[in-house]
């Protein structure tokens, strides 16, 4: 008998039909002799919908208040589920965040998992139940209900799965996996029957959409292999796990694409120690999440910094910096660029190949593409173009490296 735990989504329960045929497929999984747990999200919809009612209210509500309303659209979906289950003659539980033992630290709307208790969960299991459980909630110590944030019923999963020692963790979505580019950009895109952990981490925090990054994260640290497919068929997805040596044979795994860029540069800075330190500080305060970084020295003894962050925060971005600037120096300037997008490619073959940078920026060349910034890992190199252009970029990257064809 394995034990296995699925996640699904808000669109896999966005209706009462859906709900029913994820009901059917957890039967189905039981019936075939297995142990099953379910997380699942809030009805695709409800948590905006909440929002939206909790602003008419208050324009800015409280985030105590905000997560004691936002875990509601969990545990609607958990008992509707549960309900769907019974109809069906299977002895179903649906387990809040609390009574699934998941403690969290951290502020309200952005919690993070600290720890597990899952001693009710087995118990429920060991009694024969099939349980259902809200994702993207915990609980503090000090009993406040707590939200995780984006992606807080994947995370949920993971954890879940990593605490009962799951034999396997499902992540059902509407993809039925991970892509070596978004199809609907790239049409030949191909299905990965299997990613690495570091592979896919680099994936997400690149603007894949698939998973995100902290949960890619947790199930490395928990050694947690999950696959990721589809809840609409029974289709193979694709395998998140430790890399394995035959993985470098594969040079580039993905290309991801990030758009709503915004970049800043600032010029005019003493070339002191310490200059990065407090620009960066105050960024950091007021937490703006900086991407891509740039540094270098020009002349008369003066440095140039340049970092993307997400356009939205753009404005925030220049009202941080608008004093510290004045502090450092009267020469300091800033420019700003809306307007672009990021393009990465992704792949654990890039450390023992070589000539991979040519290859991407040639076929970029080729079609009349201007890079901006550049970044590179020992897994990755991104670039900045113009948004207007990152589709045209990501179909010439991806024909570049071949990704079309099943690796030989």
């Known amino acids: 008998m394995a ?48 929002i939206k009612m909790a602003k008419e209210l208050n324009e800015e509500p409280a985030d105590r208040e905000l997560d004691v309303l936002l875990a509601t659209g969990e545990q609607q979906s958990i008992a509707l589920v549960a309900m769907a289950l019974h109809s069906l003659g299977v002895d179903a539980a649906s387990v809040t965040g609390r009574q699934a033992g998941i403690y969290t630290t951290g502020s309200h709307t952005r919690g993070r998992i600290s720890n597990m208790d899952p001693t ?37 999963a993971i954890a879940v ?81 430790e890399e394995h040596p035959n993985m470098e044979n594969v040079v580039i795994r993905g290309i991801s ?52 962050m997400h356009s939205n925060d753009l404005g925030k971005a220049q009202a941080a910096l608008k004093p510290v600037l004045a502090e450092l120096s009267k020469d300091a300037k800033i420019e700003t660029e809306a307007g672009i997008a990021k393009l990465s490619a992704v792949g654990i073959g890039m450390r023992s190949h070589s000539g991979v940078a040519a290859t991407m920026f040639k076929a970029l060349g080729d079609k009349g593409i201007n890079i901006g910034m550049i970044s590179t890992s020992e897994i990755k190199i991104a670039v900045t173009v113009d948004e207007i252009h990152i589709e045209d970029a990501a179909r010439a990257v991806h024909d570049a490296f071949g990704l079309d064809k099943e690796p030989v």
């Open 3 to 50: 034990l296995i735990v699925q996640k699904y989504g808000g669109t896999s329960v966005g209706s009462i039909d859906r709900i029913r045929n994820v009901a059917g497929r957890m039967a189905r999984t039981r019936d075939a002799g297995n142990q099953v747990v379910a997380v699942v999200s809030a009805m695709s919809g409800v948590t905006d919908g909440l």
């Open 120 to 156: 009710l969960m087995r118990k429920f299991l060991d009694e024969g139940k099939t349980l259902v459980v809200a994702g993207f909630q915990g609980v503090t110590l000090d009993g406040m209900v707590h939200t995780l944030g984006r992606g807080g019923s994947d995370l949920t």
């Open 161 to 241: 799965a990593a605490a009962l020692k799951a034999d396997v963790c499902q992540i059902l979505t509407d993809v039925d996996g991970v892509y070596t580019c978004d199809p609907r950009i790239v049409k030949n895109a191909r299905k990965l029957p299997e990613i690495s952990y570091d592979e896919m981490l680099e994936m997400a925090s690149s603007g894949s959409k698939v998973m995100q990054s902290r949960s890619v994260e947790f199930a490395k640290k928990f050694g947690v292999i999950f696959e990721v497919r589809s809840s609409l068929n029974d289709n193979p997805g694709t395998l998140v796990l």
């Open 257 to 308: 694409i990030e758009r709503s860029q915004a970049r800043v540069t600032i010029s005019g800075i003493p070339d002191h120690p310490g200059m990065s330190g407090k620009i960066l500080g105050c960024l950091a305060e007021a937490e703006i999440n900086l991407d891509m970084i740039v540094s270098n020295i020009s002349s008369e003894d003066r440095s140039k910094h340049s970092f993307t």
